[in-house]
């Protein structure tokens, strides 16, 4: 049996996120109270289902504590993994602001911001052990991609992340290290490597000739290397290296293409472009 649990913050994507895994053909169960999710699951088992989806969030209230035991206990009985959806403040006031929704969280003498941090204080236990995902700079359509990228790993118990992305918007939440890309030799700057990204020839192979390009990748997956088992001994399921470059086109894509290859043998690796549509 699989399941996927689904939580996050509210105004990040988790019904986005559902309806992808709807489309995939798992069973859906939205909004579900967090102390009947061991009955849940029991009962789904017992009728068969093999593929399960599960959003929990901050709704559940007084049911939240004990939910990372019962995410433990099922997760040494079934293939279970967390998807944990985030954005920053701002994001969220904006997304609130333009479909005038109610905050779960409202009351009459607080803010949107204050509900704001109040529910990140309510989840964070659940966040940690989960497989993050920054949707601040996210299109729906790109987070639908990236929704499938996660459905395609396996039951390994350990995930590797390559995340590019683009320092003038910002540096992703979901990132446990971050590299800059700043200050290598920028493709941008030649009119013919302008319009193309770090997965197209041309450019890889400027990058490839540039020999401080060279040192700071074999830099970065020496300094990976040497520290990951540290980060997988801490019972981690998931680990994401951010690597930066301006606008999140170029080099930092180059990077996150060329580690991900270069770490593929020994760990599950996933690559994520955040700034590439």
């Not at 109270?33 to 901050?58: H, K, W």
């Not at 992340?161 to 030649?190: Q, T, W």
């Not at 990077?255 to 955040?274: G, K, W």
Request: net charge negative; with cysteine.
């Amino acid at each position: 049996m699989r399941i996927i649990v689904i939580s996050g913050l509210s105004g990040s994507g988790k019904s986005v996120a559902l309806k992808v895994l709807e489309d995939t053909g798992f069973y859906c169960v939205d909004n579900l109270p967090a102390a009947l999710l061991p009955e849940t699951v029991e009962y789904l088992r017992m009728s068969g289902v093999t593929d399960v989806a599960i959003s929990i969030d901050a709704r559940s209230g007084a049911g939240i504590p004990g939910l990372p035991n019962d995410l433990e206990r099922l997760r040494q009985r079934y293939d279970l993994r967390v998807l944990f959806l985030t954005a920053k403040d701002a994001t969220l006031v904006r997304r609130f602001s333009e479909t005038r929704r109610r905050h779960p969280l409202a009351t009459g003498d607080r803010s949107l911001e204050e509900c704001i941090r109040a529910e990140r204080e309510m989840l964070e236990r659940i966040s940690a052990n989960s497989h993050l995902m920054d949707t601040s700079d996210l299109s729906a359509n790109n987070l639908r991609t990236w929704i499938k990228d996660f459905l395609e790993l396996s039951s390994a118990n350990f995930t590797l992340v390559f995340e590019s992305f683009g320092f003038k918007h910002g540096i992703p939440m979901d990132a446990d290290l971050v590299f800059d890309m700043r200050c290598l030799p920028n493709p941008h700057y030649d009119v013919t490597l302008k319009p193309l990204t770090g997965r197209d020839g041309p450019v890889i192979a400027y990058l490839q000739s540039q020999s401080v390009v060279q040192e700071m990748l074999a830099d970065i997956h020496a300094y990976v290397a040497k520290w990951l088992p540290a980060y997988i001994k801490d019972n981690r399921n998931y680990f994401t290296v951010g690597l930066g470059c301006t606008g999140g086109q170029h080099r930092s894509v180059y990077f996150a293409e060329t580690l991900a290859d270069l770490f593929s043998e020994q760990q599950q690796v996933l690559i994520r472009h955040r700034e590439l549509t």
